[in-house]
């Protein structure tokens, strides 16, 4: 018998790229046992290099409600500006597009038997959150974020 398997997933060259990219700048320039225990509290870690959830309605930028900008709480990169932002009932930060779409990188993610697309900060590759595509607005969007993922700058 000739069994011929193939990829289920293929992966488009420039992805491919993308992700070649990503590795070699996964840490952004920090090393991994040195610098992110330093820098990130544990339940920052978690979030941002574990790819964990921080459970709802316990975010300390939840109720952020003050004009500036989200960032990156690993690597201070802006995200999210504060009129993007808005209440969506579900217990984390919720925004209905990012300040600069090339700060951001969105991946499939198959993970707990679900098929949803993972928000990641695009210079040191830390975890943010999910996007749906179930938002209020006009965009139709909705970055659901983990507040600890984030920073906030006040204008």
């Known amino acids: 018998m000739n069994y011929d398997f193939k990829?289920?997933?293929k992966i488009k060259p420039a992805l491919q790229t993308l992700v070649k990219s990503l590795k070699k700048r996964a840490h952004g320039g920090i090393k991994p046992k040195e610098g992110w225990t330093a820098r990130l509290t544990p339940e920052q870690h978690r979030i941002l290099r574990e790819k964990g959830t921080e459970l709802p309605f316990t975010g300390k930028l939840l109720h952020e409600k003050r004009k500036g900008t989200f960032v990156c709480a690993a690597c201070g990169t802006q995200l999210f500006s504060s009129g993007a932002k808005f209440d969506s009932g579900t217990g984390w930060p919720s925004f209905d597009a990012p300040a600069n779409t090339k700060n951001i990188l969105l991946c499939e993610d198959f993970s707990h038997g679900l098929r949803r697309t993972e928000v990641l900060c695009r210079k040191c590759g830390g975890h943010l959150g999910h996007l749906f595509d179930d938002g209020p607005?006009?965009?139709?969007?909705?970055?659901?974020?983990?507040?600890?993922?984030?920073?906030?700058?006040k204008r």
């Open 137 to 153: 607005t006009a965009s139709g969007k909705r970055y659901c974020i983990n507040s600890c993922a984030l920073g906030f700058k």
């Open 7 to 9: 990829p289920i997933f």
